[in-house]
């Protein structure tokens, strides 16, 4: 399968689905729920459930390209929060937040991201090829 065939292979759709999903935890932090129970704590604890919600999906889904997808996911969900904060920072704060100021940031939540995504994708992909066997 050439790469350009594997990418209008993958669910787009499943794919923005679980990258929604994943805006949960920034959602907590906007809405005080984190600073109300404790932020490493919330933000720890959110990050292992989306994680789980990931996997879970991509292995009842039974995805045929469970790391690519879930990189995807991993990325999609760093441009929906990059584009979140550059929205809501300036109502929230009165002005631009978070890494729209700063290239650099903007390279490293997608990479931060991306690598979120490979992870859960290999633990995925592992879970499939055991249940193939």
Same mark, same amino acid.
């Given at each position: 399968? =050439?790469?350009? =065939? !594997?990418?209008?292979?993958?669910?787009?759709? +499943?794919?923005?689905?679980?990258?929604? +999903?994943?805006?949960?935890?920034?959602?907590?932090?906007?809405?005080?729920?984190?600073?109300?129970?404790?932020?490493? $704590?919330?933000?720890?604890?959110?990050?292992?459930?989306? =994680?789980? $919600?990931?996997?879970?999906?991509?292995? #009842?889904?039974?995805?045929?390209?469970?790391?690519?997808?879930?990189? +995807?996911?991993?990325?999609?969900?760093?441009?929906? !929060? #990059?584009?979140?904060?550059?929205? &809501?920072?300036?109502?929230?704060?009165?002005? &631009?937040?978070?890494?729209?100021?700063?290239? +650099?940031?903007?390279? =490293?939540?997608?990479?931060?991201?991306?690598?979120?995504?490979?992870?859960?994708?290999?633990?995925?992909?592992?879970?499939?090829? $055991?249940?193939?066997?």
């Amino acid at each position: 399968m =050439s790469n350009n =065939s !594997a990418y209008k292979t993958l669910n787009w759709g +499943f794919i923005a689905v679980l990258s929604i +999903f994943a805006l949960i935890r920034p959602l907590m932090s906007i809405l005080g729920i984190s600073d109300a129970i404790g932020k490493p $704590v919330v933000s720890i604890t959110a990050t292992i459930i989306i =994680s789980i $919600v990931w996997i879970i999906a991509v292995y #009842i889904k039974q995805d045929s390209q469970p790391i690519l997808t879930l990189v +995807f996911v991993g990325i999609g969900y760093g441009i929906l !929060a #990059i584009i979140i904060s550059g929205i &809501l920072s300036p109502i929230l704060t009165g002005h &631009l937040q978070g890494p729209l100021t700063n290239p +650099f940031a903007i390279v =490293s939540v997608l990479v931060t991201n991306a690598i979120w995504g490979l992870i859960t994708g290999l633990i995925a992909g592992v879970l499939l090829k $055991v249940n193939a066997n």
